[in-house]
């Protein structure tokens, strides 16, 4: 099942038609939280948006994670080890208030089983490969680092 | 002997307010929440409280969503945060995001908590206008990205990914 989500806070549609346009020759289940968008898929099931549990549950169903290039798609799939194949809003194309998906996407691309699409051809192709990375599941340094600052500066304070 | 609150517990350990609004910002506070282990009590504030329910985060508290461009929200949100902290008296506020986090911050500023701000690692390329607004009081700002530190008011200390 290939699961697409592209937030709640606004819709993303030309992410959501690349999908519609792509999934007649997947051969494989889609399902789609797409939020307030105009367009309206044709060809598979969606939802404008979902419980919580829901979507962890979708997520961990999911054989590939298609979202938009939000912090919350990303670590989700570091959760739940998943390929994560990612959009950026453009602020141009009226997709976000500013360009700071296409700035963060330019970084975190660098992420093994952090997959950039720009177009629905970038989509089909990646879907189409058998063995699409994942993300990791174990944290890395970075996150470490992060705890263990943010650990001994709690520890500093004085109740 | 041991210092009490005002509703008769022990003070004895660290209380920590985690302020973090929905979406990334929520996403972005559980991956770090491991280092309030060994606190004595932390409060959760959010916008989004389904996500601290699904959390299975008992001391959770609602809070308004709101951005800087909304002056009235705000001003009702000030007095919103505002309460929660003075009710709470954590030692510690932390936030991930966004302006009611900040607000967060500035009511423990007021009442002397340890301020910390986490700005989002969605900021790669400029820190939030909560965060350049949080570097002016907080104990601590961090962003995720190593090229925004400035090393004193902004500091680099790694990130969620």
Not at chain 1, 90 to 109: C, I, Y
């Amino acid at each position: 099942m290939i699961f697409l989500t592209v937030g709640t806070q606004l819709p993303f549609d030309r992410l959501v038609a690349a999908m519609d346009e792509v999934a007649p020759d997947l051969g494989e289940e889609v399902f789609a939280q797409i939020g307030n968008g105009a367009y309206q898929p044709r060809n598979f099931a969606h939802v404008a948006r979902m419980a919580p549990e829901e979507f962890t549950e979708r997520f961990q169903m999911a054989r590939v994670v298609v979202g938009h290039a939000g912090i919350g798609t990303m670590l989700s799939g570091q959760q739940h080890g998943k390929p994560v194949v990612v959009m950026a809003r453009r602020h141009a194309l009226g997709e976000h208030r500013n360009d700071h998906q296409v700035a963060t996407v330019a970084q975190l691309r660098r992420i093994p089983g952090v997959h950039v699409i720009e177009t629905a051809k970038d989509l089909r192709d990646l879907l189409a490969e058998p063995e699409i990375v994942p993300m990791s599941k174990l944290q890395g340094p970075n996150l470490d680092r992060l705890v263990g600052r943010l650990r001994s500066e709690i520890s500093a304070a004085r109740p | 002997m041991a210092k009490r609150d005002r509703t008769g517990h022990s003070r004895d350990g660290i209380h920590v307010l985690a302020v973090a609004s929905g979406g990334g910002h929520w996403s972005e506070m559980m991956q770090i929440a491991a280092a309030f282990d060994g606190a004595r009590r932390v409060d959760y504030a959010t916008t989004d409280i389904r996500l601290a329910e699904e959390a299975d985060i008992q001391a959770r508290h609602a809070i308004k969503d709101y951005s800087q461009t909304e002056p009235l929200r705000l001003l009702a949100g000030a007095l919103e945060t505002g309460r929660l902290v003075w009710r709470l008296r954590p030692d510690v506020v932390i936030s991930t995001g966004a302006a009611p986090g900040l607000l967060c911050l500035f009511w423990g500023r007021i009442i002397g908590a340890r301020t910390i701000w986490v700005d989002s690692i969605a900021n790669a390329e400029r820190l939030s206008l909560s965060g350049r607004l949080a570097s002016q009081f907080a104990t601590l700002t961090l962003t995720q990205w190593e090229s925004l530190a400035d090393g004193a008011r902004v500091q680099f200390a790694g990130s969620v990914l």
